[in-house]
């Protein structure tokens, strides 16, 4: 079992920044491609970013491009979410997703890919 633990949620005003991060529990000899979704008020939870495991492979949502930059440390098993120019559109729970792979290049964008979720952090943006 992996545990995933998101903090960097808040409330923040239209234009400003936040920076999420996860912490995963390492499992032994285990590999992860990691992902960010969120969920909106009300709204299905969608797909924003993914990272593989090398992170040299990064895939975003057309929704946060240029504005959300993901990035991980593999030593210390973290990830991280920079959130800049923030828009009202933007509030949602956030979540960090993990699943197990083999490959140092894939990433991956659905739900049903993800083997781990973490609990979620709020995040809220004011106009």
């Known amino acids: 079992q992996v545990q995933l633990v998101e903090t960097g949620g808040g409330l923040v005003q239209a234009g400003g920044s936040l920076r999420l991060s996860c912490t995963a529990s390492?499992?032994?000899?285990?590999?992860?491609?990691m992902g960010w979704f969120r969920q909106p008020p009300g709204k299905e939870r969608e797909f924003v970013v993914a990272i593989s495991w090398s992170g040299g492979s990064i895939y975003y949502a057309d929704s946060v491009k240029g504005r959300f930059t993901i990035s991980r440390d593999t030593d210390k098993n973290m990830v991280y979410l920079q959130m800049d120019n923030l828009k009202p559109e933007d509030t949602a729970e956030y979540y960090c997703?993990?699943?197990?792979?083999?490959?140092?290049?894939?990433?991956?964008?659905?739900?049903?890919?993800?083997?781990?979720w973490g609990q979620g952090t709020q995040v809220t943006v004011s106009s």
């Open positions: 997703a993990a699943r197990i792979t083999y490959s140092d290049s894939s990433y991956h964008t659905s739900i049903a890919e993800y083997d781990y």
């Open positions: 390492k499992r032994p000899f285990s590999r992860y491609s």
